[in-house]
Structures are given as structure tokens and as C-alpha cells.
């Protein structure tokens, strides 16, 4: 197992939206290694609970070590669009005091060569958080046609040169299949023409077969859609996004369950007797320049929070 230090992202802005109650129910959809998970429990009292969800077998792994030596806290290998799933095999659906999603890949994950996140270092083409499961980058890349590879190139990296790199690919593997990262990051670097300053080429290739293969955008949707069911009244949505696709779905998610139904015009009722499900709490949290300092992978990251309405 890979024990190398996670830093938790927003980790006091997190608690504080979370508002953690000592006797409490919580959920932590994204484990990682623990980091946001360890500081609920440090705020539950003897009859707080916690549950958490992981696809990493790694990570999971690390849970159940935590999970040995507190009768609080489990945690089951899911994906985070299970939630509700996972909530209701526990006989807790409606009762969840806060749930929190941070939608970063782990620092184990993206500093251990063999799991293929990172064009930084030499190892295979894989990108799933789920080893065990689906077809890894290399196996879709092998196989996309090269309109598909551009499209996800474009809409989940937003790569200004998607079809100048989709059509390397297909060129490239005619010859020889592409299998590592280092070789997909090569390709990259000869396809893309201008350079974004402090950044590779590969990264938003990298990004958005990491989206594709893991189906992350997916699974943030079907989490979004069964919250306001799990929570309880007056309980917490956090979520923790790390590019603009994923803020920008749960921005809207949560601006429209505030507007509440779209009501046909001439209905007879007040503005305080349209339903919602969801209010704001506060707006955009982004890290300070001292978080960013000790962690620069931190930099992107934005906390959106939302309050269950009774």
C-alpha cells in the first residue's frame, strides 16, 4: 500500500461548511487517505457516525486500518455516485448531517508511477481510480475512433488542439501502440504548438482521459442527484472541485435546487411557497496564498456549500 502524505485541501474551510455536530451523521464520498475524514472524527462525540466511500482498493485499505480502531467510522469501496446507495444500506437515507466530496485525485494516486495519473514520471497509460475495473487509457485510446478522442480532448480538457492531438494518436499508434506516459506526454509536446505558461502540454490530455476513463463528470451528476434525498433537514453539501467542468455543474446544481421548480407563469403562489431543496452557504472558497505556498496542487481548488431546506 502506498503510505506517502496526502495534504487535505481546505481542510478548515471544509469543517466549517460542514458545521460538524458532535452527535451527527456524515458522509465522506472521496476518502483518499483520510485527511478530511480524520478531522470530522476529531470533531464527533461518542455517538457521532461517519461513513466513507472509496473506488481505490489502496485507499480503502487505508480506511479499514481507521476503521479497526473506531467503532464511528466505516467505509465501503464505491464509487462516489453511490452514495445514496451506500446511505441506504445503512438505514440512513434523510438522516446524513453533511456530506463532502473532494473531487482531487490523491497525492498517493498521482506521485505512484504504476497507477499512470502523471506525465511526470515513466510508468503505463492506466488513469483508473479503480485498477479492478473498466478499460484503462491505453486500452480506450487503442480503440477510440480519432473524432471521439478529439471530442473528449476538447470538452474534458478544454485542449484548444484536440484534433491536432487526436490525430497524433492515431498516427502514432498505426505504428506502434501507446502505452506509457511518458510516451503519450512526448506526443503531446510535438502535436501542441504554443505553450500555457506553467504548464505542460500534456496536462489537459491528461486531464480529460482521466475524466473519460474514470467517468468522473458521470458519477458527479448521479451524486448531485440523490444528495437532497440523503440529508437530512438543515444538512450540509461540500463539495471540493479542481477544474472549471466540475465547478460549473455544481454551481448550477446548486443555484437551481435554490430557485427551486420552474412554475408555469400565472400560478397563484408566492415566492416563499416555491419549493427548494437547497440554499447557498456562502459563495466560492478558494485557498489562501499559504495554503497554495504548502501545497501548491492546492491551487485550483474551489469549496462550493449548500444547506438541506426542511
Not at 83 to 97: F, H, I, N, T
Request: glycine share 10%; net charge positive.
Amino acid at each position: 500500500m502506498d503510505t506517502r502524505e496526502h495534504i487535505p485541501v481546505l481542510l478548515g474551510e471544509s469543517m466549517q461548511a460542514l458545521g460538524v455536530k458532535a452527535d451527527g451523521v456524515y458522509v465522506d464520498a472521496t476518502f483518499g487517505r483520510g485527511g478530511h475524514t480524520r478531522a470530522i472524527l476529531a470533531r464527533l462525540g461518542p455517538a457521532g457516525r461517519l461513513l466513507a466511500l472509496d473506488r481505490d482498493p489502496d485507499a480503502v485499505a487505508a480506511g479499514m486500518e481507521l476503521a479497526a480502531g473506531d467503532r464511528r467510522f466505516s467505509i465501503e469501496r464505491a464509487r462516489f455516485g453511490e452514495a445514496l446507495a451506500v446511505v441506504e444500506r445503512a438505514g440512513l437515507r434523510g438522516r446524513v448531517d453533511g456530506l463532502l466530496a473532494d473531487l482531487g485525485v490523491s497525492s498517493p494516486q498521482l506521485d505512484n508511477a504504476r497507477r499512470g495519473f502523471s506525465f511526470g514520471a515513466e510508468g503505463p497509460l492506466d488513469m483508473r481510480m479503480d485498477p479492478d475495473t473498466g478499460p484503462s487509457a491505453a486500452d480506450w485510446l487503442a480503440t477510440a475512433q480519432e473524432r471521439d478522442i478529439a471530442r473528449v480532448l476538447k470538452d474534458y480538457g478544454e485542449e484548444r488542439f484536440a484534433k491536432r492531438v487526436a490525430r497524433a494518436i492515431c498516427e502514432t499508434r498505426r505504428e506502434r501502440p501507446i502505452t506509457t506516459t511518458r510516451q503519450l506526454a512526448a506526443l503531446c509536446e510535438r502535436a501542441v504548438p504554443t505553450r500555457e505558461p506553467g504548464k505542460h502540454p500534456a496536462t489537459r490530455t491528461f486531464q480529460a482521459l482521466r475524466i473519460q476513463v474514470n467517468a468522473e463528470l458521470d458519477e458527479l451528476g448521479t451524486l448531485l442527484a440523490g444528495v437532497c434525498d440523503l440529508l437530512a433537514s438543515g444538512g450540509r453539501l461540500v463539495v471540493i472541485s479542481f477544474h472549471s467542468l466540475e465547478d460549473r455543474i455544481v454551481k448550477r446544481f446548486i443555484r437551481d435546487e435554490s430557485r427551486g421548480a420552474a412554475l408555469p407563469k400565472g400560478v397563484p403562489v408566492t415566492d416563499d411557497q416555491v419549493p427548494r431543496r437547497l440554499r447557498p452557504v456562502g459563495g466560492a472558497v478558494r485557498p489562501s496564498d499559504d495554503e497554495i505556498r504548502a501545497n501548491p496542487r492546492a491551487r485550483s481548488a474551489v469549496l462550493r456549500a449548500a444547506e438541506r431546506l426542511a
